[in-house]
């Protein structure tokens, strides 16, 4: 039985994370180790609540009339969910197809995780940090090879307006011209809908 | 919780849309509520358990339910919660919104993949290697 550490499950988020009304499912484990991470709680493999597909579909099916109605439904997060792609693909089974599966994403996981999980998904939001290699690794801690090999393969492989990637301004990392040469990457890449955004260190 | 509030109102309204939709007599009654909201309750819940059943009741006598694919920013528009307005493609927040906690604030709004939990003190765990 597929099982996978979650850390919160949150609802009724309106147009936050995806389309219409959503739940945001956020695993433990992640790649990562952003400087300015939202979830540093993620980090820990061993937190969270114990789950399966099973027991998530029954706890977030509560709010599945608004999900039909607003065209939305769960959206993925963490941590890193692409580490998750075999619990996803068991709960695409058990949601069926109406539900919006979306993931937000590093795309900093083995190629075969995005391939596995892309024929049950609907979306990504990738949060591409900095395409700069140095500027990435100095942030994250991880170099971004394998981020620039699964966004070439998604967008190859589906309707690259499935895919927003958020370009973030990041405080001490990287500059207004590192962000636009990020843009000017992408775009010659084929991504069409970018969501540039500023951390805001509080 | 103000949040909770435009929450809640923006729920009510797409409950309504779905009864109206499905032809559902659906008597709803402002919330005198003063206390913190958490955009749904036990008052919310049984309205939506209500429409399932109704449109259960529907469906068995071979009726399709109805979901026209609410737009959330009508019904956004339509009860004057601004905060959550979609931007072109698929909607996030707003471009400078997106906030990085480093101290013990939690915003009042939900960021993109924020949970707005307490998250406790990670400092132990190791940062990974390359």
Same mark, same amino acid.
């Given at each position: ?42 980090? +820990? ?15 977030? +099916?509560?709010?599945?009339? &608004? ?21 996803? +693909? ?82 001490? &990392? ?24 500023? &951390?805001?260190?509080? | ?130």
């Amino acid at each position: 039985m597929t099982e996978a550490r979650i850390f919160a499950v949150s609802r009724h988020r309106l147009t936050t994370d995806g389309d219409g009304c959503t739940t945001l499912v956020t695993f433990n484990g992640c790649p990562l180790r952003c400087k300015y991470c939202l979830n540093k709680v993620s980090w +820990k493999e061993d937190g969270g609540r114990v789950y399966t597909p099973e027991t998530l579909f029954e706890e977030v +099916k509560i709010d599945q009339l &608004y999900f039909l109605a607003t065209r939305g439904g769960v959206t993925f997060g963490g941590g890193e969910p692409l580490l998750q792609t075999e619990f996803i +693909k068991e709960f695409r089974a058990l949601c069926g197809n109406q539900w919006k599966l979306l993931v937000e994403t590093s795309l900093n996981v083995a190629p075969e995780m995005v391939q596995t999980a892309d024929p049950v998904l609907d979306g990504y939001i990738v949060d591409i940090k900095d395409m700069n290699p140095e500027i990435y690794k100095t942030y994250t801690g991880k170099n971004n090879a394998l981020v620039f090999e699964n966004l070439e393969w998604l967008l190859h492989h589906g309707d690259p307006s499935r895919i927003v990637v958020r370009v973030p301004h990041i405080p001490d &990392y990287n500059t207004d011209l590192d962000v636009a040469k990020s843009m000017e990457q992408l775009k010659a890449m084929g991504v069409t809908n970018f969501d540039e955004f500023q &951390y805001i260190i509080r | 919780m103000e949040r909770g509030k435009q929450t809640c109102k923006i729920l009510k309204e797409i409950r309504q849309q779905i009864a109206l939709e499905n032809d559902i007599e659906l008597v709803t009654s402002e919330c005198t509520h003063k206390g913190d909201c958490a955009g749904t309750c036990p008052k919310c819940e049984a309205e939506v358990r209500y429409l399932e059943r109704e449109l259960e009741k529907r469906q068995r006598l071979g009726k399709v339910a109805v979901f026209a694919g609410l737009s959330l920013g009508t019904i956004v528009a339509a009860t004057g919660c601004g905060p959550f307005q979609p931007t072109a493609g698929m909607p996030m927040d707003p471009p400078d919104s997106t906030v990085v906690c480093q101290d013990d604030t939690i915003p009042e709004r939900p960021l993109a993949g924020d949970v707005m939990i307490e998250i406790p003190d990670t400092t132990a765990v190791p940062t990974s290697e390359e």
